[in-house]
T-cell receptor
Framework: DAKTTQPPSMDCAEGRAANLPCNHSTISGNEYVYWYRQIHSQGPQYIIHGLKNNETNEMASLIITEDRKSSTLILPHATLRDTAVYYCIVRANNNAGNMLTFGGGTRLMVKP | GAVVSQHPSRVICKSGTSVKIECRSLDFQATTMFWYRQFPKQSLMLMATSNEGSKATYEQGVEKDKFLINHASLTLSTLTVTSAHPEDSSFYIC?????????FGPGTRLTVL
């Protein structure tokens, strides 16, 4: 699986958009970009994933650059409950045995 | 999204005892489940891949005789920490895949005294 690079920490004001970047310059054509978050002392929570098109769901939007070498997770109106570690992971979906490999993630602190 | 449950959520045990953790996929069948471990202030580390009806595959450095994995059905995998010691104290998280996405359980906090 391709390696990802994320800033170790970010702050965001409550109510503002949180934009979390991720670099994955060695991503392969069949690898998806996944985003998870982990709130303290809980298991990781799935947020969103995409291959090359931008994606949006009730939690967030995922913007993937045209060359697919980077992406941005957008939380449109961050709340205090969005404080968590956010993980960007790339993985191919062609094998049911493929597991997710976690890097360091970005610790997002939403402040009042 | 799909739901994965774990039981117990936390356990405290004496050194030398064995602890069993259950992981269930509640609304889908999972031929493959994964077990992760997370130490304080660190990221999740994969311990093993659990395959229904066959032996688990362990990551390098994880003792298969100490961390026994059984995946007897398409919705249940168990991890048994045998002869637990204080250094085994950690947050254990299981995960299961449906065809598109990997979902995680809420985790089990193990404290070995």
């Amino acid at each position: 699986d391709a390696k990802t690079t994320q800033p170790p920490s970010m702050d965001c004001a409550e109510g503002r958009a949180a934009n979390l970047p991720c670099n994955h310059s060695t991503i392969s054509g069949n690898e998806y970009v996944y985003w998870y978050r982990q709130i303290h002392s809980q298991g990781p929570q799935y947020i969103i994933h995409g291959l090359k098109n931008n994606e949006t769901n009730e939690m967030a939007s995922l913007i993937i650059t045209e060359d697919r070498k980077s992406s941005t997770l957008i939380l449109p109106h961050a709340t205090l409950r969005d404080t968590a570690v956010y993980y960007c992971i790339v993985r191919a979906n062609n094998n049911a045995g493929n597991m997710l490999t976690f890097g360091g993630g970005t610790r997002l602190m939403v402040k009042p | 999204g799909a739901v994965v449950s774990q039981h117990p959520s936390r356990v405290i045990c004496k050194s030398g005892t064995s602890v069993k953790i259950e992981c269930r996929s509640l609304d889908f069948q999972a031929t493959t489940m994964f077990w992760y471990r997370q130490f304080p202030k660190q990221s999740l580390m994969l311990m093993a891949t659990s395959n229904e009806g066959s032996k688990a595959t362990y990551e390098q450095g994880v003792e298969k005789d100490k961390f026994l994995i059984n995946h007897a059905s398409l919705t249940l995998s168990t991890l048994t920490v045998t002869s637990a010691h204080p250094e085994d104290s950690s947050f254990y998280i299981c995960s299961a895949r449906d065809p598109h996405t990997q979902y995680f359980g809420p985790g089990t906090r193990l404290t070995v005294l």
